[in-house]
């Protein structure tokens, strides 16, 4: 997401920050204020250039890329919508997790597929980038039900 948005930075910017509007609007345009409990995956890129390492809820944010930037908008508008409208409505700033349903692009679906493609002597080997970059990893089960 890091990078691609860099390539795509409007339509990144339309997906992640004014969806999250456009979300949050209909939910008050259909009256639902009172019955929707709403919840904003956001992600830790809102830190962008770390400030300090651990980062907490405190920490100040720092995006470095536009989909991180897009993120920080849809992180403010959430609490915007929930002081004004006294709406149920969350940010989860979410780290490294995975899933079965993790995207090709990452690095974790890249060793994997790589592995298995060894194994079934389609690849001799593959590289990687920066080895020693250090990640805290978790799985999407440990962050929301």
């Known amino acids: 997401y890091f990078q691609i948005s860099f390539d795509l930075a409007?339509?990144?910017?339309?997906?992640?920050?004014?969806?999250?509007?456009r979300l949050l609007d209909a939910v008050k345009t259909c009256g639902l204020i009172n019955s929707v409990k709403f919840y904003q995956a956001s992600t830790s890129e809102l830190y962008g250039k770390v400030q300090e390492i651990p980062q907490k809820e405190t920490t100040p944010f720092y995006?470095?890329?536009p989909y991180g930037a897009?993120?920080?908008?849809a992180?403010?508008?959430?609490?915007?919508?929930?002081?004004?409208?006294?709406?149920?409505?969350?940010n989860g700033i979410l780290f490294n997790h995975e899933s079965p349903r993790r995207g090709a692009n990452f690095v974790t679906?890249?060793?994997?597929?790589?592995?298995?493609?060894?194994?079934?002597?389609?690849?001799?080997?593959?590289?990687?980038?920066?080895?020693?970059?250090?990640?805290?990893w978790g799985h999407a089960k440990d962050?929301?039900?």
Do not use: H, M
């Open 70 to 73: 897009a993120k920080l908008y």
């Open 63 to 65: 995006p470095r890329s």
């Open 10 to 21: 409007e339509y990144t910017a339309d997906v992640d920050g004014v969806g999250t509007l």
């Open 75 to 90: 992180y403010w508008i959430v609490v915007n919508f929930r002081e004004a409208y006294n709406l149920f409505a969350v």
């Open 109 to 136: 679906r890249k060793i994997s597929r790589s592995v298995a493609k060894i194994y079934l002597g389609q690849l001799e080997c593959f590289s990687l980038g920066n080895l020693d970059a250090k990640r805290d």
């Open 143 to 145: 962050y929301v039900e």
